[in-house]
């Protein structure tokens, strides 16, 4: 695995636990979660700017965007006690292999 998708995993991982700690700012009350929190957006978009040497924007966007969608769905299941219906596991399975079949289909 490149580099670039070390940093593209990475840019993932920075946005999915920003996006896990939305529920604990408390709508932006709670001033440590919310730094928190910016700073891993922050994180995420600036190893997203590592990627774009080597893959093309809309393959590291659809990667990036897919993949917290489902990890977000998987993790807010399990931390947040929120429900997934088999019709949106269904959606999510279908979303992974969307971004698998680009990323193997697609020309650098």
């Known amino acids: 695995m490149g580099l ?14 920003g996006t896990m700690l939305i ?30 040497k080597s893959i093309p924007l809309g393959i ?3 990667t990036w965007s897919a993949l917290g969608v489902f990890s977000v ?6 931390f947040f006690k929120q429900a997934l219906s088999w019709q949106a596991i269904v959606g999510l399975i279908l979303i992974v292999n969307g971004v698998i ?3 193997i289909y697609t020309s650098q």
């Open 23 to 52: 529920p604990t700012t408390n709508q932006f009350t709670k001033i440590p979660n919310t730094i928190i929190m910016i700073l891993l957006y922050v994180l995420s978009l600036w190893l997203l700017t590592f990627t774009l």
């Open 60 to 62: 590291v966007y659809s």
């Open 101 to 103: 079949l680009v990323n």
């Open 73 to 78: 769905a998987i993790l807010s299941y399990f």
């Open 4 to 17: 670039q998708y070390l940093a593209l995993l990475g840019a993932i991982i920075a946005e999915v636990c």
